[in-house]
């Protein structure tokens, strides 16, 4: 099952550039999409999200991309910080479901 | 701010022990949730619940598996017969309702380490 699909399972950054994730999915149902930030032995924490009828959203530091043509979003985080540093995890699900499909994760790495 | 909590931390069992891992979703939400996530793979969910019945639940969620609110706070996961492929961390989430806007997002708690021996 790849319906939603991060293909980056790493990335690092320098402290104060752009982070960028990225996230594609499959099933044209999804119009609902999460980020969601997760530290070892902890849930996930709630980030950012975007329905399918905008194609950005911006929350301080990050902003979420939705290209619905291509089936695509992207988080940006500007500027990285240290603390930033986690498994970033995209989720998408359809309006009427109740039932998030995860991707599988990019671990960022702020570095000072 | 509120949070959603999970107990306990870390339940070790033997293999077909009964098990029953425990919620309290944040307190004016009406839709609750059960995730796993075996180690290495992806959250994977489990079942929703809404209204003191479930809404949706996917095929991991089999006969050995049940949930329940028992009173007005706690929202319960039971294993009857816990398997070794059970082992995982099993996340409880709640969202105050479903519809695609801000209040529908789903909030996540700490997660329960099952491991099944």
């Known amino acids: 099952d790849q319906q939603v699909k991060q293909n980056s399972p790493s990335l690092s950054v320098q402290e104060g550039r752009i982070s960028i994730l990225n996230c594609d999915y499959t099933?044209?149902?999804?119009?609902?999409f999460l980020w969601y930030k997760k530290y070892p032995a902890e849930g996930p924490t709630f980030l950012i999200s975007?329905?399918?009828?905008?194609d950005k959203n911006e929350d301080g530091r990050f902003t979420v991309f939705l290209n619905k043509s291509a089936k695509h979003l992207s988080l940006h985080i500007v500027p990285s910080q240290p603390g930033d540093s986690a498994v970033y995890f995209c989720?998408?699900?359809?309006?009427?479901?109740?039932?998030?499909?995860f991707g599988s994760g990019t671990q960022l790495t702020v570095l000072p | 701010e509120p949070e959603v909590t999970q107990t306990p931390s870390h339940q070790v069992t033997q293999m077909g022990q009964e098990v029953i891992l425990r919620c309290v979703p944040i307190?004016?939400?009406?839709?609750f949730y059960w995730y796993r996530q075996i180690l290495g793979q992806k959250v994977e969910f489990l079942v929703s619940?809404?209204?003191?019945?479930?809404?949706?639940k996917s095929e991991i969620f089999d006969d050995q598996f049940s949930v329940e609110r028992p009173d007005g706070s706690n929202f319960t996961l039971k294993i009857r017969s816990t398997k070794l492929e059970d082992s995982a961390m099993y996340f409880c989430?709640?969202?105050?309702?479903?519809?695609?806007?801000?209040?529908?997002?789903?909030?996540f708690g700490p997660g329960t380490r099952l491991t099944v021996l």
């Open positions: 989430a709640s969202s105050e309702r479903v519809g695609g806007s801000s209040t529908d997002t789903q909030y």
């Open positions: 099933n044209s149902m999804f119009d609902y």
């Open positions: 975007i329905s399918s009828i905008k």
């Open positions: 989720a998408a699900t359809p309006v009427s479901a109740r039932q998030l499909t």
């Open positions: 307190s004016n939400h009406l839709y």
């Open positions: 619940f809404y209204n003191n019945e479930i809404s949706e």
